[in-house]
């Protein structure tokens, strides 16, 4: 397959034809994507080379308390339609179809959740900015491509919304925790050390991809006939495991590994 060839299916017209600033087309994110990249890996530790670590508090404060609000209203939406007014059927949880009468708030819903995922690239700045860059680590970086990524692929080829809200749903609320985390301890440095509670945000995070790969599991086990793309089914399997397992081994070391020294 030649350069032309990938382009033109490229160019293809989606299943889900409303037009969305950069959910038009894979191939625009992906240019994010590398930028954050060429910024993270290169380009802004080259910036701060010989520079002082930047006071970003004040920014972190306003950007933690938007996360938080943001996240939370994502949340209780997700909370409205798939629990109060149940518009997916949770046994399979496909796409709506173009005619329902929900399909323009489906659309809404997962547009705002993508441009939270690109503000969420915002964490890598600030790491830079204060030449933090312990934070910078293979899952922090890894996860937030992904989950940059991921929603023009899928609404490009498969359309928007379906079982892949869940996923949306369940990562606002463990967003909303973490970042009031991060707010409290941006507002009461003198605390941050106290804050018990911070584990708990790496274990909140496994339970929610580990959730995911049941679901996953039991809509292919126990209903095979749903009509949800096999393909994005084996996918969320398959990014679920790979978060379980890097969250894991983050956990093992931050704060199992690490306790057993201090003993």
Known sequence: MNSSTIL?????L?????????LSSPLQVLLIVLAYLAIVL?????????????NVRRAMLVYNLCQILMNAGLFGTG???IIVRRIYD????NMLPLDHPEKSKEHLVVYAYFLNKLLDM?????FLLRKSYKQITVLHV????????????VSYFFGMGG????MGFLNSFVHVVMYTYYFVAALYPEIKGKLWWKQYITKLQLVQFVLLFLQAMLVLCLNPACTFPRGLQYLQLAVSTSMMVMFGNFYYHTYIKAKTKQQ
């Open 14 to 22: 989606p299943p889900d034809p409303v037009k969305l600033p950069l």
């Open 163 to 166: 079982q892949y809200t869940m």
């Open 8 to 12: 033109d299916y490229f160019r293809t």
């Open 90 to 93: 949770m046994r399979c949880m």
């Open 122 to 126: 915002a964490d890598t700045v600030f």
């Open 42 to 54: 290169k380009l802004g530790r080259d910036f701060m080379a010989n520079r002082k670590p930047y």
């Open 142 to 153: 890894y996860h937030h491509a992904l989950m940059v990524q991921g929603p023009p692929l």
């Open 79 to 81: 909370v409205y339609y």
